[in-house]
């Protein structure tokens, strides 16, 4: 069986909203309802947990109920970090997911998440125990610690970008999260289930992406582009 966590405990502080970036409209419905709608439609996709800020369970519950959404199973309160709502929401499938089971955790404001993207993470998951959506980088890399000198080049040709969805054996998931939870690691702001795997000594494994994929509602900016691309959509449906 495959899993998604819908990552949807943020508070969108960078987008600059009152209502949490995930729940704004955008071309005349909330974002994460794109989403949620991806998900319902993939065949590779068994159930949904969303992690959601707790003030917005109950309008996820009826969106689900409004726009058909039967996969989604668990609306889950989020936790303080990234980190912390992932575990939130692995916690919640216990008892459900087995250990071979895969789990993928997606972004709430990943609209233009595909059907291919997701496929491809719980294949290569099921094989290696996880799975990280990736890109080859378009340009090169400056590596800077104070953002305005540099001494170190990381070419593009050997690194790629990473992105959701991140994707895992269920079993390996819990189990590290448990260790990390319990142990007081990788649970702060620059921890997520990469981080986690790798310092655990896990190798990670790359999965499809693609740069439409790549674009997240963060900015206003954000907001401008996504909308224009979604109108499109919705006035001819048959172009991507």
């Not at 997606?106 to 719980?122: H, K, Q, R």
């Not at 448990?178 to 649970?187: H, K, L, N, P, T």
Request: hydrophobic fraction near 40%; charged fraction near 20%; charge should be negative.
């Amino acid at each position: 069986m495959n899993y998604a966590i819908v990552l949807a405990g943020g508070s969108g502080k960078r987008l600059g909203a009152d209502v949490p970036k995930q729940f704004t409209e955008m071309a005349g419905r909330p974002v994460i309802t794109y989403v949620l709608e991806i998900l319902e439609n993939a065949a590779c996709v068994d159930g949904v947990c969303v992690v959601c800020v707790p003030a917005y369970e109950q309008a996820v519950r009826e969106w689900c109920d409004h726009y058909g959404y039967r996969k989604v199973r668990w609306v889950v309160d989020g936790g303080d970090t990234c980190q912390a709502s992932t575990y939130c929401g692995v916690k919640a499938l216990d008892g459900v997911a087995q250990a071979e089971d895969v789990v993928a955790v997606c972004l709430s404001t990943g609209v233009f998440l595909t059907e291919e993207i997701l496929a491809d993470a719980f294949a290569v998951a099921a094989k290696h125990g996880n799975a990280m959506a990736a890109m080859p980088c378009i340009y090169n890399l400056a590596e800077t610690f104070d953002g305005v000198t540099c001494d170190t080049i990381h070419y593009k040709e050997t690194h790629r970008t990473l992105n959701l969805p991140w994707a895992a054996q269920y079993g390996i998931a819990k189990a590290l999260y448990d260790r990390a939870w319990a142990e007081g690691v990788q649970m702060d702001e620059a921890s997520y289930l990469p981080t986690l795997l790798l310092h655990y000594g896990y190798t990670l494994h790359l999965s499809k992406d693609t740069s439409l994929n790549k674009l997240h509602l963060t900015t206003p900016e954000d907001t401008e582009i996504l909308t224009a691309i979604l109108e499109r959509r919705n006035r001819n449906p048959s172009v991507g």
